[in-house]
């Protein structure tokens, strides 16, 4: 992975809303998986497109 990919991740990890934080915690698995799979999303938009502070093609 190169330092602009680990530099995306780390911005989107330290940008991630709280609910997001608290729902990685849950016990509950449904509440969880909800968590998880926006905070894939998240990941798949900034590898694929950057974020807003990067100049975009």
């Given at each position: ?8 991740l ?21 509440v969880r ?7 894939i999303a998240?990941?798949?938009n ?12």
């Amino acid at each position: 992975m190169n330092q602009t990919a680990i530099d995306l991740l780390t911005r989107t990890v330290t940008r991630l809303p709280d609910w997001i934080r608290h729902d990685l915690a849950a016990k509950d698995s449904g509440v969880r998986l909800r968590a998880e799979e926006t905070l894939i999303a998240m990941i798949v938009n900034v590898l694929g497109e950057g974020t807003n502070d990067a100049p975009h093609d």
